[in-house]
């Protein structure tokens, strides 16, 4: 173990100590069991990431969030150049933030009715692919690939592409540090990558002076050399880091070894370990001429004066008093971090909008800690699937769903049959009931029906009456045949889903019927005509060949003449 280091140079007050941890912990803080990008680049106040992880769409715009940013937008030729720079050696196809969150691609818009994760439409740039596709059931996610020299190319949102893009913004940026000669200076940012050509930093990000192995972290367009905050990897100590009784951050290393004086992080081995007669349990300080143990974040010194008490426990409500934390247990004491459905954000935990990547096939409204999906008119919640649609009437007649691009492509809800009256197309409600599918009653309900039995029988399967036997607790008073017919729960009736919206409805329409009809008793017609005709031509032959006989009969005699 080792003491902490005579006068701190750096001086650093509780105040801006407090305030780096808040500000750093909004970018780290996300960071717990993420992915790593394969490369980034910075330009002012942004950051761009490029992940080769394949990922759908949700999954994707889910991991840039936690990491604090959001799927990458495209809106300028400078965005469109950092695409290219990313992308350069890459292959396979990767996401962007544009996405079609509801309705039909709209052919005549800039943006073809597609709008950022941003929740806005503003862009300088437009870069579809020639093939794209504004029908209605046309893909509603973008992806990007060098390929295709960068062209915005519809992918089906829930199929996995080779990899996705993030976009990060931040302020107060620290510039690179200035290097002398035979030093060099390698960065790592809080988005994961890390490079030694960087010239514009976020804040949080490290950066490490080598040879002399000196770290340094970026606050507030400044660079704070090691140890800073506990709480912040480890203070950018080697080995562990430590608060004094002054609450200043030390770094301590294992027994046999102390802290190298010119970069105050790292260990290096030691002849002479004046803390070892203490048998401090985790560290000891230098406290004027003598030395005195300490422990680290999430414990205090004991009577004794070197073990160490954990007072972590998350059963005191008082540890995590903030609006919306929780406190969890970790190894060396608690954390607080936030409930489900929030996120860390400048030292506070702020409600996450899950609607932001688009988890609802229409409308997805936000709330605190979670979000509820809803449909457009004319469609109801999938009971399958809540975050889906289906077609819903819920009476008689309803005007049929069609395709904008293509008036022969309509569907109906389920229980339905579509009719075409002119130009337009309606979606007529099927009686079941006139299929005979109850044993007893039936009744007819909008894209349904509802079996129902007599006083003394019972609904089994949905359709089936049974006798209800005595002792039964279903009967009616205990008596059989009292009362009136149970009404069971509405069943679920299949009628055939209705088609996929790439294909014509497999369905044939009143209309339809009709000319089928006209056209069979057409060729029947047609049919006896025919073989009327050739009877009767064959009635007229026999009658000829009849009356002929006798004449040729004639001709056949032979003429006699006498002799001379």
Not at 159 to 170: A, K
Not at 176 to 203: H, N, Q, W
């Amino acid at each position: 173990m080792h003491e902490n280091l005579n006068g701190h140079s750096r001086g650093s007050n509780m105040k801006e100590v407090t305030v780096l941890f808040v500000f750093a912990w909004t970018f780290l803080a996300g960071r717990s069991g993420g992915i790593d990008p394969n490369s980034g680049y910075c330009i002012g106040t942004q950051c761009f990431t490029v992940f080769q992880e394949p990922s759908d769409f949700t999954a994707a715009q889910i991991q840039c969030s936690d990491q604090g940013g959001h799927l990458m937008t495209v809106r300028s030729t400078v965005s469109h150049d950092i695409l290219s720079i990313l992308l350069g050696n890459s292959t396979g196809r990767f996401w962007i933030g544009l996405h079609l969150t509801s309705g039909c691609p709209d052919a005549a818009a800039a943006l073809k009715g597609f709008q950022w994760v941003t929740k806005d439409s503003e862009s300088d740039l437009f870069n579809w692919a020639p093939s794209f596709d504004s029908s209605c059931s046309s893909h509603r996610c973008v992806s990007v690939s060098q390929k295709d020299d960068m062209k915005w190319i519809q992918e089906p949102c829930e199929e996995n592409v080779d990899g996705f893009l993030c976009e990060y913004s931040f302020n107060d940026p620290c510039k690179d540090l200035t290097v002398a000669d035979g030093e060099t200076v390698t960065y790592r940012t809080p988005m994961g990558f890390v490079g030694e050509d960087v010239l514009s930093l976020p804040p949080g990000s490290i950066a490490i002076r080598n040879p002399a192995k000196t770290k340094y972290i970026c606050f507030s367009e400044q660079w704070l050399q090691a140890p800073w905050n506990c709480e912040i990897h480890l203070g950018g100590c080697e080995y562990k880091c430590a608060v004094t009784p002054n609450n200043v951050p030390s770094c301590y290393c294992p027994p046999g070894q102390t802290i190298n004086p010119a970069n105050k992080v790292t260990c290096e081995a030691s002849a002479e370990d004046p803390c070892l007669p203490l048998r401090c349990a985790h560290a000891c300080y230098n406290k004027g001429d003598s030395y005195a143990c300490m422990c680290d974040h999430g414990f205090k010194l004991a009577r004794d004066g070197r073990s160490c008490t954990d007072f972590t426990d998350c059963k005191d409500k008082r540890k995590c008093p903030g609006e919306n934390f929780k406190c969890v247990s970790v190894t060396e004491g608690f954390q607080c971090v936030c409930k489900d459905g929030y996120k860390m954000r400048g030292g506070l935990c702020v409600d996450v909008d899950e609607c932001a990547s688009a988890p609802c096939e229409h409308r997805c409204t936000n709330s605190p800690g979670g979000y509820t999906c809803s449909c457009d008119d004319g469609y109801k919640e999938d009971p399958k699937s809540p975050d889906k649609c289906i077609l819903h009437c819920g009476k008689e007649e309803c005007a049929a769903e069609c395709d904008p691009n293509d008036q022969f492509q309509c569907f109906c809800p389920e229980g339905y049959i579509i009719e075409e009256r002119g130009v337009h197309s309606f979606c007529i409600d099927i009686d079941e009931c006139a299929s005979e599918n109850c044993d007893q009653g039936c009744e007819n309900t909008f894209g349904s029906y509802v079996c129902t039995c007599s006083a003394g029988y019972k609904l089994v399967e949905e359709f089936r009456c049974v006798k209800i036997s005595e002792g039964d607790g279903n009967t009616d008073g205990g008596l059989e045949g009292s009362g009136a017919g149970t009404t069971p729960n509405m069943p679920t009736v299949s009628v055939g889903p209705y088609p996929e919206p790439t294909r014509q409805p497999s369905v044939v329409t009143v209309g339809g019927l009709v000319g089928i009809i006209v056209c069979t008793v057409f060729v029947i017609v047609l049919v006896v005509c025919l073989a009327h005709h050739i009877l009767s031509g064959r009635g007229k032959m026999e009658s000829a060949g009849e009356l002929k006989a006798p004449e040729g009969e004639a001709h056949s005699l032979h003429q006699v003449t006498g002799d001379a």
